[in-house]
């Protein structure tokens, strides 16, 4: 029996389903605790798992990202949040230098089973500083993985593969997401290797991740009702890219437009159009294209924020375009 | 041979110079190069498919009176009755 | 080394697209012999070799089309060895084209082509045109599986660009025979309409035409060819156009200024006069569109050999199997009208030559003669001329020299 639940709610339930599994695993992050978390993914966990395990931590991402670190070096199995993505800027250090270095720079006798939760996207008006989607710095860096879970059943069921992995996850959960309802299966257990088509199409494939996919599934309806069928693919693992299933859909497709809400130039749109030219140039019926944020500091008015990120009418016309 | 028989040469001869000619478009009745875009060589060679098809000579001096294709049988058939 | 490269056959050519190799790797070739045969927009041309040899390596493929000087194949000298390091038939077995990309049509089994991509191949890259067509990386694959010429497509895609749509639909069309048939007669048309054109608009944009025209009668040389004639078997009689011609080879021996070309060569223009009398014969084709492959030497032929010729040039232009030599080496043009045309005709000429001979219909006219009037058969004889190379009153000349030729006919049998 599926049952019907929102994006908050899976991934409330993967975490205490993680704490409930294993007592190496704990909490700890910005208002987790006696706030009941940013966005209320950890409601009720202090008084069900207490202090230890659910830890409030000052205003330093430095600070307590190192001491996940170490708490994974420890033998620990660490969930860190982090409020935005944004702010996990001040946590780079710590994040790229030592937990995606420590495996390679101690020969793999140390690895860094660590767990780092961020939210990313805009699209709630919350200005430059906490908007923006960046992930596709972090899928630069070898040493880590990176997950974009966008649906529910990635939701429910990202965190316990992620938590198993013996190096740094780092999942970005979209913050337009988090209301989003939906069925969830009863085998909802999922890989962090694979993307995904989310929708069967042929005649072009919308690649696409996190926030930006039901943007696209909303496109490739629209694009229905021209008589274009569009096939959606959802990356899911920014890092490593599954490039044989972007592949595969392309040669299908023969086109492919790319839709990334972070800025265009040198982003992961650039990565994965590239690695359509290196796999299936031949395939291409015309040149592959993007749609990206503007190159700007997401604003603050409604209006410019919306006009500023990829949208399902910039998605539907970027398609017609390429179909002539 | 029959006037239809001869006819029928003349037309075969005609098409294999002349492949878009339709054959029942053409008026006997009236001159052929009007109804046909035959340059010199091409008549030339038309005349030298009848001659080839049917063992007749036709003197240079007897070309001026070819005009249409009722003319060409007329001649080719007193030419025959004749030999 | 002995490099063949594609020639030029005729100033209207740039490109070509190789037909069949008539020659395997390791065959003697003597002088003349037919190389290939190369699709010109006009006709399917045997291309000869020029020098003797043994066939080292066959470069071009079976339906590339190559622009003018591209190199095709490389012979040995009589006595020349292969150079070390490259093999002639070790670089890759008979029959598999190492540069597939270009290969338009499949090879077939007969053709002993071996395409070796040696080193000095290199040249042989077709240098990428100004505007480069765009085609999607799809359809140029696709196109290649399904033997479908892209330059016979016309792109839908954004910015016209040919998409796997439109060679599909092209494919399509390929396995409709008849279809097929009649679509390529009707595009061979529009290629030969836009080489006239191209040919036609140079030459009236670059070569300052004069016109000069002269009645000449016939009287004299139609006697003569009717005598003549009623020797002959019919297959053996000869046409007014072959006097003509005979007459206007014999005079440019005494005009040579309109015999030749007009070069362009590194900044130095000029006229190059030409020994051989070489007449480019306009022959209109009847789909349209028209060709004027060369009789060579005229000026040493009987009329007997010349209208041999004449039949034969005329058959295999409408046959579509002319030799390269007869493309290129046309030195002037002459265009009869014949008995079917109008009164006169004033030609564009065809560069590089510098000149073209007219002869409208020959009809009986009145004819003034000594203050009376007669009536006799007559052609308007006209020329056409680069006013860079000669002036009106030589090509007056010339004509009256030409109407001289005509009232002695039975010299011009030599």
Known sequence: ?????????????????????????????????????????????????????????PLSELGFVGAGIGAALGGMRPIVEVMTVNFSLLALDQIVNTAAAY??????????????????????????????????????????????????????????????????????????????????????????????????????????????????????????AAGIEAEVVDLRVLRPLDTATIAASVAKCHRAVVVDEGWRTGSLAAEVMARIMENVFYELDAPVARVCSEEVPIPYARHLEAAALPQPEKIVAAVKEMLG | MTDAEIRAVALATLLSIAPEVEADQLRG?????????????????????????????????????LITLDDVVAYLQKKLGAG | MIEFKLPALGSDMDEGTLLEWKVGVGDTVKKGQVMAIVDTTKAAVDIESWQEGTVYQLIAEIGQKMPVGTLMATLLEAGETAPAGVGAGSLCAPGIPLRGQVTAKPM?????????????????????????????????????????????????????????????????LKQAPAAKVADKAAEKLADMRKTIAAAMSRSKRE????????????????????????????????????????????????????????????????????????????????????????????????????????????????????????????????????????????????????????????????????????????????????????????????????????????????
């Open chain 3, 108 to 172: 077939p089994t007969a053709a002993p082509a071996v395409a070796i991509a040696a080193p000095a191949a290199a040249p042989a890259a077709a240098p990428a045109p100004a505007t480069r067509r765009m085609v999607s990386p799809a359809a140029r694959k696709h196109a290649e599986e399904k033997g479908v010429d892209l330059d016979r497509i016309t792109g839908t895609g954004p910015r016209g660009a040919v998409t796997l749509e439109d060679v599909e639909a092209a494919a399509a």
């Open chain 1, 1 to 57: 029996m599926s049952r019907k639940l929102n994006y908050r709610e899976a991934m409330r339930e993967a975490m205490h389903e993680a704490l409930v599994a294993d007592p190496r695993v704990f909490l700890m992050g910005e208002d987790v605790g006696r706030y009941g978390g940013t966005y209320a993914f950890s409601k009720g966990f202090l008084d069900e798992f207490g202090p230890e395990r659910i830890r409030d931590t």
């Open chain 1, 103 to 224: 495996r390679h720079m101690s020969g793999g006798q140390f690895s860094v089973p660590l767990v780092i939760r961020m939210t990313t996207g805009a699209g709630r008006q919350l200005a430059a500083q906490h908007s923006h989607s960046l992930e596709g710095w972090y899928a630069h860096i070898p040493g880590i993985k990176v997950l974009a879970p966008a649906t529910i059943e990635d939701a429910r069921g990202m965190l316990a593969p992620a938590l198993a992995d013996p190096d740094p996850v780092v999942i970005f959960e979209h913050a337009g997401l988090f209301n989003m309802e939906g069925e969830l299966p009863d085998d909802w257990t999922v890989d962090i290797r694979s993307a995904k088509v989310r929708r069967v199409g042929r005649d072009v494939a919308i690649i696409t991740h996190g926030g930006s996919l039901p943007k696209a599934m909303q496109a490739a309806e629209q694009l229905a």
């Open chain 3, 207 to 414: 070569i300052p035409h004069y016109y000069v025209a002269e009645d000449i009668p016939l009287a004299k040389a139609l006697a003569w060819l009717q005598a003549a004639n009623a020797q002959r078997s019919m297959a053996e009689r000869l046409l007014p156009a072959a006097l003509l011609l005979k007459a206007v080879a014999l005079a440019l021996k005494r005009y040579p200024e309109l015999n030749g070309y007009w070069r362009q060569e590194n900044g130095n223009a000029g006229f190059v006069p030409v020994a051989a009398i070489n007449l480019g014969v306009a022959i209109s084709l009847r789909q349209g569109g028209l060709i004027a492959p060369a009789l060579l030497h005229a000026e040493h032929k009987p009329l007997t050999l010349l209208m041999q010729e004449l039949t034969d040039l005329v058959k295999r232009t409408r046959a579509g199997s002319l030799r390269s030599s007869e493309m290129s080496e046309a030195t002037i043009t002459v265009t009869n009208l014949g008995d079917q045309g109008s009164l006169a005709v004033f030609g564009v000429i065809t560069p590089p030559q510098v000149a073209l001979v007219g002869f409208g219909r020959i009809a009986e006219r009145p004819w003034a003669d000594n203050g009376g009037l007669k009536v006799l058969p007559v052609v308007t004889a006209s020329l056409s001329a680069d006013h860079r190379v000669s002036d009106g009153h030589r090509g007056a000349l010339f004509l009256l020299e030409l109407n001289d030729l005509l009232q002695r006919p039975e010299e011009l049998d030599q």
């Open chain 2, 29 to 65: 009745d009236r001159p052929l190069r009007n109804q046909v875009d035959l340059d010199s060589m091409d008549w030339l060679n038309f005349l030298l498919g009848l001659h080839e098809k049917l063992k007749v000579d036709i003197p240079e001096a007897d070309y001026a009176r």
